[in-house]
């Protein structure tokens, strides 16, 4: 079983009931931590919907924050969603500015 990721018409994913679970706590996590809503509304009926406007605030809020971290332990954790969230955010067609290291973790998410 898996759940949707929509924005308008387009699935922008596709995951596993878990991944889209973990990943959505970590959505709401980053919210409360950056003072900023991500635009992913709640999962109903196995679908949730994304506001492109508030997601890519969302993502430049992330972003940000993730250049100025500069502790080992907190880069290790957010690593991972902060490359999920990069490729959603293109497959969104987000323009977003990426430093170095951001640039690495999108390119080593499978796509």
Do not use: K
Request: hydrophobic share 45%; with cysteine; charged share 20%.
């Amino acid at each position: 079983m898996s759940q949707y990721f929509d924005l308008g018409a387009e699935t922008l994913w596709n995951p596993s009931n878990g991944a889209a679970r973990l990943f959505l706590r970590h959505v709401r996590l980053y919210e409360e931590e950056l003072g900023v809503p991500s635009g992913f509304g709640p999962m109903e009926n196995d679908e949730c919907t994304i506001d492109r406007d508030a997601f890519a605030a969302y993502v430049s809020a992330l972003l940000d924050l993730h250049s100025r971290t500069r502790h080992t332990v907190v880069d290790a954790l957010s690593a991972g969603f902060v490359a999920t969230v990069l490729v959603l955010a293109g497959r969104a067609r987000i323009a977003v500015e990426l430093n170095e290291q951001a640039v690495a973790m999108s390119r080593a998410m499978p796509h």
